[in-house]
């Protein structure tokens, strides 16, 4: 059974930081976009960061500078480094992960297509 687990979310003051993390597992594929997304109240579901299996990532503009993705192949857990976190970053934060038919291929960011399997969701409230 596949299986993403998202962890580290919780309340914070404006200009903190956080660190999510989500816990692969029963996946089979050696090509895929992992990435996170969040829901703020009332809004849809937006990208925030993708990488694929070689580690190349992109962002959303507004977390620039301020967020990092990254994985760790021998945990299979991807993390989600949150910096300077503002009351706008609010939101319940998603992991997601689609395969890939080619190493190294460009993960979408803008369209939540494709992405097939899902975490529970972490909540994230910045306080200002």
């Known amino acids: 059974e596949v299986q993403l687990v998202e962890s580290g979310g919780g309340s914070v003051q404006a200009g903190g930081s956080l660190r999510l993390s989500c816990a692969a597992s029963g996946f089979t594929d050696s090509t895929y976009c992992m990435g996170w997304f969040r829901q703020a109240p009332g809004k849809e579901r937006e990208g925030v960061a993708v990488l694929n299996e070689a580690g190349s990532s992109t962002y959303t503009d507004s977390v620039k500078g301020r967020f990092t993705i990254s994985q760790d192949n021998a945990k299979n857990t991807l993390y989600l480094q949150m910096n300077s976190l503002k009351p706008e970053d609010t939101a319940t934060y998603y992991c997601?992960?689609?395969?890939?038919?080619?190493?190294?291929?460009?993960?979408?960011?803008?369209?939540?297509?494709?992405?097939?399997?899902w975490g529970q969701g972490t909540q994230v409230p910045v306080s200002s």
């Open positions: 997601a992960r689609r395969s890939q038919l080619f190493s190294g291929a460009h993960c979408p960011l803008q369209t939540l297509y494709g992405y097939n399997y």
